[in-house]
Structure formats: C-alpha cells, structure tokens
C-alpha cells in the first residue's frame, strides 16, 4: 500500500480533486483513501510531520511512503521555479549537531524522468540570499523544504521505503512573494504524480 503525505493539502489537492479522494479521518490528522492509497496531510513543520507519519504507519501498514510538496531551490542550483525534482537523500540542515544524510528510496521512472540530489530540511526558512548560499555550500543541498528529513527519518525506523518528489516554488532567499510561483509548483507536480500513476502502482507492487 502507498502513503502520499503532504504538509498542505494545497500542494496535493489537485491530485485528490482527479482522483475523487474520500475523506476516511479528520482528527488528529486529515487523512484520504483512492482505492488502495492513502492520503495524508501532516501539517507545516519536523514536529507534525513526524507525528503525522507515525500516526499514518501505525494506522495504514504502508509499504511505500512518498512525501509530496513545494520547495525552494538554492540559488547556485541551476534549478529552475516549476521544475519536478526526486530526492536523493535528506539532511537536516539546521540543527546542532551532525547527522548523517538519509538515503531516500529512488525508483527507475523518477531516475528516467526528472532530476534528483540532496534534499535539505530546516526548522527556519532563510532570509536572504547570502543566507541561503551558504546553508547550501554547508549542506550540498539543492532544494529546501520543513519536512522531509523527519518523514525519511521515522519511515526508515519502521523500516519503510521513502521517496521524496516535490516541485520548485521559489529561489530560496527571496521573500519578495510576486517572485515565486506556488500555483505552477502544484499543477507541475501534479501532473507528472498523475501522468506516471501507474509506475506507482507497479512499484508498489514490487516491494
């Protein structure tokens, strides 16, 4: 069984709008069901998304967890708003002490299809550019995000294969809003999700 989790349902929810998602769980966190995938919405931070992916493979036995999302690219990346990015590992990229990267589950048709690297996850989004440049020289990273470490993390405790797709939304560093561009994150990394819908089902399938 597959487990999407995203941190909004605004980055998903074109995906459960085509699929007619049903609602199965409202409290302590939303949750959806198509056929045999679950939805679920963990919440904006380490803290929910970690509580929100415990709570899903206590409660659903996934085989497969993909965390979907936005993300801001780093400025030297070469990485363009809009584009459709795997991961190839998470770190986080802000706490106090070292940890080591977290190896993320790659499938061929992510590998055939759209760029990957280093994913890096932080408690505060940086400010500046200045700032976001030398998180990436520190981290390797490529794209920022708040939750994909802790949901790597926890799924490889319970010994649960995780994949990580999200789409870019802005140059990290640059708060000025008019220059990023959520709405065409979401409909690109919804579309790739549904065009390649049935290599999901084969993965799943496989593991």
Known sequence: MVLFISATKMEIEPI????????????????????????????????????????????????????????????????????????????????????????????????????????????????????????EKKTQGICENMEGASIAKIANLFGVSCTEIRAISNIAGIRDKSKWDIDSAVDNLSNYILSHWEEFDEVENSL
């Not at 045999?36 to 919405?41: E, L, N």
């Not at 106090?96 to 992510?110: C, D, G, Q």
């Open 16 to 135: 459960l709008k085509n699929k007619r998602a049903k609602i199965i769980v409202e409290k302590p966190w939303e949750c959806y069901r198509v056929d045999k995938y679950y939805f679920v919405i963990s919440g904006i931070g380490k803290s929910l998304a970690g509580g929100a992916v415990t709570f899903a493979i206590t409660q659903f036995k996934p085989t497969w967890i993909v965390n979907l999302g936005i993300a801001g690219a780093y400025p030297n990346s070469s990485i363009k708003i809009g584009e459709v990015l795997y991961g190839i590992e998470e770190i986080f990229g802000d706490e106090p002490f070292e940890e080591e990267p977290i190896k993320l589950f790659v499938p061929r048709f992510l590998r055939e299809s759209i760029r990957g690297g280093r994913f890096v996850t932080l408690s505060r989004i940086p400010e500046t550019v200045y700032e976001a440049q030398e998180i």
